[in-house]
Nanobody, 122 residues
């Protein structure tokens, strides 16, 4: 059974930093691209960042490039999203994902965590 468990969300002021984590179990991580998506109130879920577990290769949405960093800890089966220079528009529920893929312009994933709330105050 695949489990993705996020932690580390919270409330931060604009310009601040926050790091969220995702512990994965129940799958062979070396075969997967892991990532983060987010969903703001009234909006569709959107892609944020992706990392290939084996190579560490990363890819970011333009809206977070240069501010967010995705990383992995092989020993802990955990991925992270370090978020710096946060803006109010970054406020959303952040979802960990495994099996991240892109088809055309659409990003999707095979497995999802339960989400963790990140709120950025102005």
């Amino acid at each position: 059974q695949v489990q993705l468990v996020e932690s580390g969300g919270g409330l931060v002021q604009a310009g601040g930093s926050l790091k969220v984590s995702c512990a994965a179990s129940g799958l062979t991580l070396s075969d997967y691209a892991m990532g983060w998506f987010r969903q703001a109130p009234g909006k569709e879920r959107e892609f944020v960042a992706r990392i290939y577990w084996r190579s560490g290769n990363t890819f970011y949405a333009d809206s977070v490039k240069g501010r967010f960093t995705i990383s992995r800890d092989n020993a802990k089966n955990t991925i992270y999203l370090q978020m710096n220079s946060l803006k109010p528009e970054d406020t959303a529920v952040y979802y960990c994902a495994s099996g991240v893929k892109k088809s055309g312009s659409r990003w999707y994933s095979d497995y999802w965590g339960q989400g963790t709330q990140v709120t950025v105050s102005s």
